[in-house]
């Protein structure tokens, strides 16, 4: 049995402009210790979805419409708030993009790293203090006694992050969902963060949902991709696959548009146009208006994932009758 | 792209002559001592020639904004000097530099605050043709239309408002705008990297188009080498207001000398799971230190793996260390094969 099971989750928006439709009909699993990435440009529903999973999306104006997300055999969509409890923040945590927004700057380190054990764990303040002593040297904090007992801004960028990491672990979670966690860093101090997120996994055996829009970030992180575009997943497969054989035109676009990828001083590849607007209904595939494939079948029918192989599902409807490559 | 420009040509249009520009610290309310400096740049020698890119790149907080704005003249020097088409900008006065800007010209790194919301794109690109007095108010309308059309913009939207364009496409507006005046030299400062990916190809497409097509210089500052590595003729890399390393961009981010740019080309994660899994990543400890109190000698000796005594104690000069190559390490020759 996987460790999440995501079934048909749509997460709507209901502005006084429209009824955005942010994430419209996922699915997804994840087992044991995998990691696996989501990929998209901003907008795409990639952080919605996880926002779903974790109970953070804003209500009013956000609803979640349907589907079930099912951790260890508990709907975290549709449980008692004490079951919930008892999962998000202890099996579950998350880590974000901005570790100066998602830290309190009113509390000292040593207070935010403590209050998940005082609440999930029952702990002592005494004992809690020493775990929290333990999780900071794990992630690489010099000097925790000291460091323990400072305000949020008197840490650096990297430094913060590590705190959140810190304060993410420190229940020993199943899953972490990190969304974009390095894409506030330089790249000197990403790769710190991203070295520590692997040795952290090594340690903990944890699943990790990583969360970006980087797809250098994913290649060396993750067991699995999935690409989403316009609140949808279109491709999904092991990494390997993804980057030397994609399939959806979606996916092979976004492979041509990267300078990394491309010869020196070629021309890149651009998608035209621009993402749908989410908040007007979307007939066929969210996709068509940019595709160079598209037929009038790809503007009426709503694509669903199939999978073309073993471990490689994806949603272009030209790709699964065989028309394109 | 041909690179015409490989070796800098005699006379460059741009010239940096050890600029620096240091900014004063000061504490108190009422009576204000002065503290500290912050040296943001430090001794920058760099030249550009006609049509070419220059890349620059480096960590937040290195100075590469800085550097932008000094040449700009939009913040102060302290010293050293900076040379546009022979004309010292350093020691003009206002009105001098007023007519150097019109071939000295911007683009900001975020086009959601540098244009004015309450300014249609007509207006904002018909004050610099305005201000200058390079068009008449008859034929004004034509001259926006056809800046609009170089940078892939329809004339039909001259009278929108920022807000109803995408990210790109403002990109695209504040580019129109820098290309006004038709200016010699571009800056530009982090141009792509607020925009998602499939926009990031269009914006840096239009670049080095307009460089080719209008013999444009252009100074490109971004953090993402892979960008920089696509768009420059040269690259240059600053840490903590000096330049480290200077050379043909290919060449800087496939054989890199100095153990900083080493470190900072082997951090950027490849799209590309086989090479991303196997090989070595030089993992740099720490932060990038504090301008204020910087460290002495090399300001990178206390992250670097191959530092010695000598480098705490003596500040590496720019030097030339092989073909069309400068590298600021007193031990480069040792550690090249390494």
Redesign the interface.
Known sequence: MPLLSVTDLRTYFHTRSGVYRAVDGVSFSLERGETLGIVG??GSGKSVTCYSIMGLIPTPPGRIESGTAVFDGVDLLHCTPTQSRAIRGKRVAMIFQDPMTSLNPYMRISDQLMEPLLIHENLSKPAARQRALAALESVGINDPDKRINLYPHEF????RQRVMIAMALITKPELLIADEPTTAL???????I??LIKKMQRELGMAVIFIT????????LCDRVQVMYAGRIVESTD??TL?HSPRHPYTR???R??????P??T?????SG?PPDLSKPLPGCGFSARCEHATDLCRATTPALAAISPNHTQSCLRVQAGDIL | ??SPALAPTPTPILELRDVRTHFPISSGFLFKRHVGTVKAVDGVTLSVARGEVLGLVG??GCGKSTLARTILQLVPTTGGTVVLSGQNLTTSNTAEILTARRDLQMVFQDPYASLNPRMTVFDTLAEPLLVHGVSSPADINVRVATLMRTVGLAPRFMQKYPHEF?G?QRQRIAIARALALEPKVIIADEPVSAL???I???I??LL?QLVRKMNLSLVFIA?D???V???SDRIAVMYLGKIVELGR??DVIERPHHPYTR??V?????????I??TRQ?I??PG??PSPINPPSGCSFHPRCPYARDICKATVPPLAPFATDRDVACLRAAEISDL
């Open positions: 440009e901003s650096s960028g990297g430094m330089d790249v000197t101090v990403q790769a710190q991203l070295e829009h980087d797809l250098g970030v994913v290649s060396g990494t390997r980057f676009a976004l492979q548009s990267i300078p990394a990828l491309q020196k001083g021309e890149l590849y651009t998608i621009m | 792209m041909p960590e937040s995408s790109g998602d990916v499939s990031q190809a269009q840096l497409n080095a953090h080498l892979s960008v590595k696509h768009i961009a290919v470190a900072l082997s951090a950027i994660p490849t799209p590309d799971p086989d991303e899994r990543r993992v740099l932060d990038p």
